[in-house]
């Protein structure tokens, strides 16, 4: 039953039929009042969502596009970044980076482990000639489960007193608390295809009062993401170019339902559907890929030692209808990844455990009881 699959990847995410149905009109003329009004509302609505009072704004792109963006948005020809790289986005980040011509350099941990604030710290501190204009990492690492400590980074930084934060939130915003204001985050990037229960295509990026001056200073060539011509077009309610006006659609559904339930509830139940997650996991016997304590509220990593976790996602697939993701590069097939992001319920989180728990046993893989992953999940859950 193709139709009735249900994703639990990290993106796209599943979207309500609300949003499909807003989504499911004839698109109006980006220049007219109407589309105006829908720009001015989410506008202000992604501004709630972001917890900033600085703009945010909205690009026609995938999440990556309003990532380069903050990058080439702030930063000139040469000048050098601290990249924290602990998985396959923060090695994008140090990619768009190298191909702009800035002087990188990195700060490592292993897949699975998150960044260490105090090497963040150290490299800062010895930084005497405030050479690095900006840190560029990622908050929630989707390739490897892990989340990263933002806050205590971001506060190296600020200690600094030069460089600015550009944060890859694109699996955090919407799923925990990520105060852009009372952080001080300078660039937070993020994408439809996520939290915001909308289809792939659009982006954003929120840029505050720090981000702005180093955006007069900025060298780096662009056109199509030159936040300038996006901000002087927001603030009459407008675009640069032709947005995707659906999708438009779909995001004001999309944040109107998000209001309706609050960011308290929203992290609350993120928070509860990664705790039910990995003690299931551990119930059926299996090892999480995230250090202990550092599990991301967005999408869980499982470790298959003894088997390929692409037989398991296959025979999930087929024959329970639910997409789970598995390991990129070097961790395909060793582990696989279970999204809890954006419009996920209990019965969601139930469901996928029973599939993985029959699965396995009809693999003759299950080590101990059937159920035990359900009953884990449910004492989570009720
Ligand atoms: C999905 C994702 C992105 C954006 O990827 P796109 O395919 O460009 O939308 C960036 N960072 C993280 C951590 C992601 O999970």
Redesign the pocket.
Known sequence: MQEKLTLMI??PTPVPEKVLQAFAKHPIGHRSKEFQAIVQRTTEKLKWLHQTKGDVLTITG????A?EAGIINTLSKGDKVLCGDNGK?GE?WVKVSKAYGLNVEVVKAKWGAPLNPESFRKALQEDINKEFKAVIL?H???STGVINDLEAINQHVKEHGHAITIA?C??SLGACNVPIDEWGLDVV?S?S??GYMIP?GL?FVAMNRRAWEAQKKSDLPKFYLDLNTYRKTCDKNSNPFTPSVNLYFALDAALEMMEAEGLTKIFARHSRHRQATQQAMKAIGLELFADDGYGSPAITAVKTENFDAEDLRKIIKSKFDILLAGGQDHMKGKIFRIGHLGYVNDRDIITAVAAIEASLDSLNLLKNQIGAGVAAAAKVLS
């Open positions: 990290p993106g995938s999440g990556t596009a990532m986005f994008r990622t929630s690492e989707t890859d694109v699996t990037a994408g295809q996520k792939p982006s």
